[in-house]
């Protein structure tokens, strides 16, 4: 028998039970509010592409340091040149009072290597007010090849030099962009910056300029001292935008897009633009009076030069050159000599030209050979021969002179001794007979070019002037009076053929039918004066270097309005380049234009003139 207490203590605790739990039985309970579990960080995310941290200062000349500038670190675009780049950073980045600034590690790259920049804008300098006008930049590199603390500078002299080799990459806004196809060229147009400038300390040359080479340093130095007259004093911002501002276009609203109108348009407004520099100007050495032009250029020895002819650009950048006295010259992209001796041997003698197959093996056509009537040397891209230990003669090779490679790998080789044409297969084999292809219409040929139906066209430095078609079996010879002891020969994207008339100081252009659609474009001889080489750019204009002027000359294609319309200045591009008999041209991925000197053994490097074009040439030049 229980205990009434006892019940009672049994009940109790079942009350208290139930008002904990609850219980049914059609008692009203109050249900406790859910439990919110808490937050859940999730995990940092590692950026594909992590970039490093790197340390820089902005700078407006020599000593004084921009303050409070806006710094933004960029990655370039991919969708065309000039395309819009990327921003890396996320937070905003000021430079300190001494113009220093850190971009922290962990900015997402695209890619591990897409090539990365940096741009300054506004700030104080001295005790002036924020200059909105001021935006300086700097290339910096690919992304995994920047080494973490690094220091750079950002001043007007990066500036310069960025806006020079960054010329047909770079866009108003300060955007950098190259088509996802032209990789190759973006870097090497970096590479060319890095070789204009020293990042680290904002000087010109950069540290690893060639010793071969002769700096630009002094013309880099004076567009600087342009720019810093508004870094330094916003007053002369003005002065500064209305002496850039090109004809018929818009005046720039800030120093990067003025230097980029200098270099874009660099035969306009020449003395205005030199006087913008302020007394005591920062930079030196400097001009002294005022550049024939503001194109920039690089004048390279070295490698074994001598009395150079033919030029080519391989798939990477590389430069080969071609010298009749027996050598081939390789340079890097930024003008090294690869071999400082050159190669010889191999049977090479006489060279006037050279020709880049897909492979990046190098045809040259020696005029002599030792006991015979002249071969085609074939080196490959580290300079070994694979065309044997003189050369390739047979299919009726005999003297020949110049060289062209077809899209389906086959060489045609022009034979100046006999006036006849030998076809090789990419291995060296005759594809045009024992003796080569001959006809009566072919006197004294010097150039071939190929088109886009495998025809090789001719030009004839004879009386008869004219350029001759050939078909590539051989059967059909169509000759076309046009031109005046021609010389030279290059086929634009649309087919249209472009010949230099070496004695009539003009240039001629036929449809890719043969109809002549002018039979010398002329300036009077105020820079066209005995042309020579020619190349066409990724836009369609045509390059032609004077061999009796110092200068080369810029026309408008086929494609424009105005076709053979001469869009250099009077006295033609570079006339302080001292070009010296100078022979063949060549635009690279980069927009830079090669031209070797006869009359000096030199190789000039015009940095970002033209627009690029995929390297090497083989039939019509296309856009990278």
Not at 114 to 136: E, F
Request: aromatic share 6%.
């Amino acid at each position: 028998m229980h205990s009434t207490q006892g019940l009672l203590t049994v009940a109790m605790a079942a009350a208290f039970f139930c008002t904990l739990a609850g219980c049914g039985g059609g008692g009203s309970t109050s249900t406790p509010p859910p439990v919110t579990p808490p937050p859940v960080t999730p995990p940092p995310v590692t950026p594909t592409n992590p970039g490093v941290s790197f340390s820089g200062k902005a700078m407006a000349g020599t000593a004084q340091p921009i303050v409070g500038a806006v710094v933004q670190l960029y990655a370039a675009g991919t969708t065309g040149n000039g395309s819009a780049s990327t921003a890396l950073l996320t937070s905003t980045l000021d430079t300190d009072a001494t113009g220093s600034f850190t971009v922290p590690a962990g900015y997402a790259c695209p890619a591990a290597a897409s090539q990365l920049y940096v741009v300054i804008r506004g700030g104080q300098v001295g005790a002036s007010p924020d200059n909105s006008a001021i935006a300086l930049a700097s290339a910096l590199g690919a992304c995994n090849q920047i080494v973490s603390g690094t220091k750079f500078v950002v001043n007007e002299v990066t500036t310069a030099a960025t806006a020079w080799g960054l010329a047909q990459f770079l866009s108003a806004g300060g955007n950098v962009g190259a088509t996802a196809t032209n990789t190759q060229g973006l870097a090497n147009a970096f590479a060319t910056v890095t070789n204009l400038v020293n990042p680290m300390v904002g000087t010109s040359p950069g540290a690893a300029f060639p010793v071969t080479g002769v700096s630009p340093a002094a013309k880099i130095n004076t567009l600087a001292n342009v720019l810093n007259s508004c870094t330094a004093a916003a007053s002369a911002c003005g002065q500064l935008f209305s002496a850039t501002t090109p004809s018929g276009g818009s005046a720039p609203a800030n120093t990067l897009d003025a230097a980029l109108n200098v270099v874009r348009n660099p035969g306009s407004s020449i003395a205005v633009i030199y006087a913008q520099q302020a007394s005591g100007a920062p930079f030196t050495p400097a001009l002294t009076v005022a550049p024939s032009d503001w194109t920039l250029f690089i004048n390279y020895a070295g490698g074994g030069i001598s009395v150079p002819s033919g030029v080519g650009v391989d798939s990477t950048g590389n430069v080969w050159v071609a010298s009749y006295a027996g050598v081939a010259s390789k340079y890097s992209n930024t003008g090294n000599p690869v071999f400082a001796n050159g190669i010889t041997g191999n049977g090479l003698m006489s060279v006037y030209s050279l020709a880049i197959d897909a492979q990046d093996n190098v045809w040259l056509p020696n005029q002599q050979s030792t006991g015979g009537f002249g071969s085609v040397t074939v080196l490959n891209s580290s300079g070994q021969p694979i065309s044997g230990a003189t050369g390739y003669s047979s299919g009726g090779i005999y003297f020949p002179e110049a060289i062209a490679i077809d899209t389906n790998g086959t060489a045609w080789i022009v034979n100046n001794g006999n006036s006849s044409l030998t076809l090789l297969s990419s291995s060296g084999q005759p594809l045009s007979g024992a003796k080569g292809y001959t006809s009566s219409q072919l006197e004294f040929p010097v150039t071939v070019a190929i088109d886009g139906n495998h025809n090789g066209w001719v030009t004839n430095y004879s009386d008869v002037d004219t350029v001759t078609k050939v078909s590539a079996d051989g059967t059909q010879f169509t000759s076309y009076a046009c031109c005046n002891m021609p010389d030279g020969i290059a086929i634009d994207q649309r087919g249209d053929v472009w010949i230099a008339n070496y004695a009539g100081d003009s240039i001629s252009q036929l449809a890719s039918d043969g109809t002549v659609i002018s039979s010398g474009y002329s300036d009077m001889k105020a820079s066209i004066n005995h042309p020579q080489g020619m190349a066409i750019d990724g836009s369609g204009h045509v390059w032609v270097t004077n061999y009796r002027g110092p200068s080369i000359t810029e026309l408008a294609g086929s494609a424009a309005s105005s076709p053979g319309q001469i869009l250099s200045p009077a006295a033609g591009y570079a006339r302080d380049a001292k070009l010296l008999e100078a022979y063949a041209i060549r635009v690279d991925a980069s927009g830079n234009l090669w031209i070797t000197n006869q009359g000096s053994s030199l190789l000039t490097e015009v940095v970002g003139l033209a627009t690029p074009v995929k390297t090497p040439l083989i039939g019509l030049p296309q856009t990278p």
